[in-house]
């Protein structure tokens, strides 16, 4: 009866004894190995700390194997499994390895949950070694992770695949070596949406600085950059995102529109007339200049006048033409009013007449004539006859106002006015008449001496 309880464990015994002689026989062994640490440190990964992680969160990852320093390379396989349940999930199977240093092979894989990784041989002895001890006979550790603190987000692991036949095994952790690095998702896009195809979008390692630059679009103008709605103010064409999430890279454009600007005769404007790119829902402002004597009646927008405002925005919500009318319009000539004689001097009694001539202003004018700083009472034409019956100094203007009130008032003429001599001769009313009859009177006085001369000369011929 010993014998037969003793069969099945001798059995068992002499099929591992078997099994490691066919493996000693067939794969090569690694007279001296290097260590894990010495893996990591010849693949460049000098900066590294020891992790406590036996599990991973979910999300995406990017896994490259470096280094199979085992007897079994061919037969490896490494899973991930979802925690607490014994789906695994192949990630790395048999040949795409080998033995030693191997090119660096990459593959991804995407994990719903909180994940473990586990390695076991796919030919025979389909043992199972896990990054969770507790998974493993006798709570062993078959993986060591690091932190590579150069790389956020990236695990350095190295399996080891003692046999649970016979709890051998060398403790190196090289056995499969590979690192382990959480990746997040770029989405890059335009705004109108579909504008173009923007380079840069996809899966990048995480916290990995990513430059993405917008794309030149015939017909539109870049904006601005944003990142998850957050506008970038430099206003770049660049940007620059930092992986430490899934984000969405928009670049805004806005439709470029054509405003033609024209300048009818008589002035110019600011930018010269031509045709202008502008962003659609923009301002442009323009601005008329007239030349000299002209000035801007009003602006045109598509043929409406669209008033005198300077300078004038125009709306860039279409394609819109843009003229400036000008006319002619010279300063307004002085307002001075001129009258005449500016002097005179006359006998009490006597007449000057008054006229005047206006230039400039706005007519039809409204005239008053003043004597000696009154206003002359009915003197409201462009003429005055004045009859001085006053001797003495007398002061005479006009003054004028235009249509749009606006006055004028001539210099001061200076009228001496004097008294005739006792006896002397008379003076005829109206108009001042001094000189003819001064002329009248010497004409008579000569006609008289001529009459008594020849009187005497008849009384002469009757004496004789």
């Not at 406590?52 to 390379?73: D, H, M, N, W």
């Not at 001539?410 to 002329?439: D, F, K, Q, T």
């Amino acid at each position: 009866m010993g014998f037969r309880r003793m069969q099945p464990v001798l059995s068992l015994f002499i099929l591992c004894a078997l099994f490691l002689s066919i493996t000693l026989t067939v794969f090569p062994v690694h007279a001296s190995e290097p260590s894990l640490t010495e893996i990591l440190g010849n693949l460049g990964f000098a900066n590294i700390v020891n992790s406590s992680a036996v599990t991973f969160p979910s999300g995406r990852y990017k896994i490259t194997l470096y280094a199979e320093f085992t007897q079994y390379s061919n037969s490896n396989e490494l899973c991930f499994y979802q925690i607490g349940t014994n789906n695994s999930m192949p990630i790395l199977e048999g040949l795409e390895g080998g033995d030693g240093y191997v090119s660096p092979l990459t593959k991804t894989f995407e994990a719903d949950s909180e994940f473990g990784l586990s390695l076991s041989r796919n030919d025979s002895l389909p043992f199972r070694y896990f990054t969770e001890p507790a998974r493993n006979v006798g709570g062993q550790q078959f993986a060591v992770v690091y932190n590579d603190l150069d790389s956020l987000g990236m695990f350095l692991i190295g399996f080891d695949d003692r046999s649970y036949c016979t709890g051998l095994g060398d403790y190196d952790y090289n056995d499969m070596v590979f690192s382990l690095q959480l990746q997040y998702y770029l989405t890059v896009q335009t705004v109108p949406l579909g504008l173009a195809v923007i380079l840069g979008q996809g899966w990048y390692d995480q916290c990995q600085d990513v430059t993405v630059t917008a794309a030149s679009i015939l017909g539109y103008n870049f904006s601005y950059w944003d990142v998850d709605g957050t506008p970038r103010a430099d206003g770049l064409i660049t940007v620059v995102v930092n992986m430490n999430a899934s984000h969405t890279a928009s670049a805004h454009y806005t439709k470029t529109l054509a405003l033609t600007i024209v300048a009818e005769s008589g002035g110019s404007t600011n930018p010269p007339p031509g045709t202008y790119a502008a962003n659609q829902n923009s301002t442009f402002q323009v601005t008329a200049t007239p030349n000299v004597d002209y000035i801007l009646d009003h602006w045109e927008l598509d043929g409406t006048n669209v008033g005198s405002e300077n300078p004038y925005s125009v709306l860039m919500n279409a394609n819109p033409t843009v003229k400036a009318i000008f006319v002619y319009s010279p300063p307004p000539l002085q307002f001075l009013v001129t009258i005449s004689p500016m002097s005179a001097s006359i006998d009490k009694g006597q007449s000057v007449e008054f006229n005047s001539a206006v230039s400039g202003g706005a007519p039809p004018y409204d005239y008053q004539w003043y004597l000696d700083n009154n206003p002359v009472l009915g003197g409201t034409s462009d003429s005055w006859i004045a009859t001085f019956a006053e001797s003495g100094i007398h002061y005479v203007y006009l003054r004028v106002t235009d249509s749009n009130s606006n006055s004028a008032q001539s210099s001061i003429a200076r009228i001496n006015v004097a008294s005739p001599p006792v006896g002397g001769y008379s003076v005829s009313g109206g108009r001042n008449r001094g000189g003819e009859s001064l002329m009248l009177h010497l004409t008579a006085l000569v006609a008289l001496a001529a009459g008594a001369t020849a009187i005497n000369r008849k009384r002469k011929r009757r004496t004789k």
